[in-house]
């Protein structure tokens, strides 16, 4: 099939059934466009939403942004996962505000300099934010080509041949079209597994499907070692407020709160003894897992209440208030055990 015909089945496609009003399509500019793709970095649309809306809403531009601490940056994020995202939100509205006046740089070169921006990223910026002609080329688009041309995935230099099929196929006019399009195919209908090739536009002239390759022909998987860990939570409560602990030099978490955590019970013990704390009273909570991109945490949470304490609010320690909450970033597990706490 020829680039033209490519084109124009994919768009004739997105005309009826692509997606047209996700939050960041609406009334849309290169701050929203931006937001929403770093959120939609390793995270699904239904995931992101709420999140994204929640942000747009507190922080709706880029001069707010930039003056907006990373704690509380990190607060609004807070149970979407993979932090670094944020951060790097929160280091690009510094420079943004340094070196471009508030304002997203609607070049490539620029663009692509920013923290957490790559090439697909920059792409998605400069094609939905600014109306520009560029390249796009996400996991689904990525499964799109891979299947349409039966590409071998073993190919050393696989991501520079889909870069140049995309830049191909791109049209310079209509180019968000044809980007929102080919993702949508990749994400509703070539998907992982069970692809929906009866509905596909693409599929009388789909490699993989003529073959019968299609669950065969995708991404080599990763295999990735999972750790099991065991983790002690050690939930000190006085009142209406719950100690935490700011993880500057962990190694999951960085820059959140949490309780402090131990990795075996007589540490909790030796952290009670040090404090001089007295307990008052000890409740139960149960055990739980969470899962991490390479490692599994085995919680084991022990929440204790105490009447007096000498503890100060200060090195990166706090006394949380569950009625008048602080504006932190606090990991899913926290955020699980003091919904747990404070109902």
Request: with cysteine.
């Amino acid at each position: 099939m020829t680039s033209l015909k490519f084109f124009q089945k994919i768009l004739n496609w997105f005309h009826f059934h692509g997606r047209k009003n996700l939050p960041w399509q609406i009334k849309k500019n290169p701050y929203k466009v931006w937001i929403s793709e770093i959120m939609l970095q390793q995270t699904q649309v239904n995931t992101v939403i709420p999140y994204y809306k929640n942000f747009i809403k507190l922080l709706p531009n880029t001069k707010i942004l930039s003056e907006t601490s990373l704690d509380t940056i990190l607060n609004i994020w807070s149970g979407l996962g993979y932090y670094a995202r944020a951060k790097n939100i929160y280091k690009t509205s510094k420079i943004l505000k340094e070196k471009f006046c508030n304002k997203l740089p609607n070049n490539f070169n620029d663009i692509i300099k920013l923290p957490g921006i790559g090439k697909s990223t920059a792409g998605a910026i400069l094609s939905f934010g600014f109306n520009l002609y560029s390249c796009i080329l996400d996991g689904n688009i990525k499964r799109v080509l891979i299947r349409y041309y039966g590409i071998n995935i073993n190919d050393k230099k696989l991501e520079k041949l889909l870069w140049k099929k995309i830049q191909s196929l791109t049209p310079i006019h209509n180019t968000a079209k044809f980007n929102q399009a080919c993702m949508d195919v990749g994400s509703l209908i070539c998907k992982k597994s069970n692809p929906k090739c009866n509905i596909c536009p693409l599929y009388n002239t789909c490699e993989s499907f003529k073959n019968k390759q299609l669950l065969t022909i995708y991404h080599k998987k990763k295999i990735i070692s999972i750790t099991t860990k065991k983790t002690w939570f050690l939930i000190v409560q006085y009142h209406t407020r719950i100690f935490l602990e700011k993880q500057n030099d962990s190694k999951i978490w960085k820059n959140l709160f949490c309780f402090p955590k131990f990795s075996c019970q007589n540490k909790v013990s030796l952290w009670i003894k040090k404090h001089d704390i007295k307990i008052n009273q000890t409740l139960a909570l149960k055990n739980f897992q969470h899962a991490l991109s390479n490692l599994k945490l085995y919680i084991i949470p022990i929440w204790i209440k105490i009447n007096h304490h000498s503890i100060i609010s200060k090195n990166n320690k706090l006394w949380y208030d569950l009625e008048k909450p602080q504006n932190i970033g606090l990991p899913k597990p926290i955020i699980k055990i003091l919904n747990k706490i404070y109902l």
